[in-house]
């Protein structure tokens, strides 16, 4: 799969097609529709499921040096307006703040990012590792590890620092129950210790 048809699927979703036409007008930097958004609906539009099956939200990175919590709070409001005739499940996260609150919610240390495309790259599975960008003439896709993953259904961790095995395994567990076409590769156990 290349990133023309891999942006092709994922218009396919009326859901994504309204968030990728709206996200310039909001004004965030660096902005991205990442993760599920992207890679379930190219699952569904190779299974020939509805395009919006299965995927629980709509995740938008976008990077802020702003990093309070009013900041934060006020572009989810701002996102959850704009959206509000398409989906009440996009999620915008400020990935400037991320360390902030990841320690508490995760017991584990995680570093600051310098840009939206690192958050996407500590993604605990490498075919989640994918956003889409809009710009002036089209659309750009960020995915360290190619496409191939989602294009065979192939569900691989992503040995980076902040990668926890029970998690990565309760995403693909999760994954399955929808998608049952998938191939998961387990954590080697040397990464789950």
């Known amino acids: 799969m ?6 092709k699927a994922v218009l396919c979703n009326p859901v994504n097609r309204a968030i990728l036409e709206r996200l ?23 299974t020939g499921r509805p395009p919006s099956y299965g995927v629980k939200d709509y995740d938008i990175f976008y990077f802020d040096n702003d990093t309070s919590f ?43 990012l310098r840009r939206t495309t690192e958050g ?15 710009t002036d003439d089209g659309y750009v896709v960020h995915a360290p590890h190619g496409l191939d993953d989602i294009s065979t259904m192939t569900v691989r961790p992503n040995p980076c620092r902040n990668f926890r095995a029970e998690i990565y395994a309760a995403k693909a567990a999760s994954w ?11 954590a080697p156990e040397a990464e789950q210790a």
């Open 2 to 7: 290349d990133h023309a048809h891999l942006i």
């Open 120 to 134: 996407i790259d500590r993604f605990l599975a490498r075919v989640a590792q994918v956003g889409v960008q809009p």
């Open 70 to 112: 009013e900041a934060e709070d006020a572009t989810i409001r701002r996102v959850a307006a704009c959206m509000s005739d398409v989906c009440d499940c996009v999620d915008p996260r400020n990935q400037a703040r991320v360390h902030l609150w990841y320690p508490d919610k995760f017991h584990a240390p995680y570093g600051p």
């Open 24 to 46: 310039p007008a909001l004004g965030l930097a660096d902005v991205w529709l990442v993760s599920g958004a992207v890679f379930q609906t190219v699952w569904n539009v190779l």
């Open 176 to 186: 399955t129950t929808r998608w049952p076409e998938l191939t998961i590769l387990h």
